[in-house]
Nanobody
């Protein structure tokens, strides 16, 4: 069982930055894949970024060059650094984990078994 808790969501103006954190209830060195997803009102949940245990990362085209995913194994924490935020980044952001599988590209949300409750990011123009 893996428990995830996100933090760091806030309201910011366009062009601003936020760093989201995801605290994990167990050692993350053995978790094959961790990722960030987001869901805006009226839209489907979509993948934002993933990171595998070997450090491989993959990003949605809409965030490439602006967002950076990282994992701190010593702190059992996943991060998402978000720069140059845009109003279209407004969404609930979720942390997810798959202890057993790694991915070469962002998977469908239903592929990952463990999820946090989410943290809200609002970007105003």
């Amino acid at each position: 069982q893996v428990q995830l808790v996100e933090s760091g969501g806030n309201s910011v103006q366009a062009g601003g930055s936020l760093r989201l954190s995801c605290a994990v209830s167990r050692y993350i060195t053995g978790i094959q894949c961790m990722g960030w997803f987001r869901q805006a009102p009226g839209k489907e949940r979509e993948g934002v970024a993933l990171i595998n245990s070997d450090g491989y990362t993959n990003y949605a085209d809409s965030v490439k060059g602006r967002f950076t995913i990282s994992r701190d194994n010593a702190r059992n924490t996943l991060y998402l650094q978000m720069n140059n935020l845009k109003p279209e980044d407004t969404a609930m952001y979720y942390c997810a984990a798959d202890p057993y599988n790694s991915y070469s590209r962002l998977p469908r949300p239903k592929a990952l078994p463990y999820w946090g409750p989410g943290t809200q990011v609002t970007v105003s123009s």
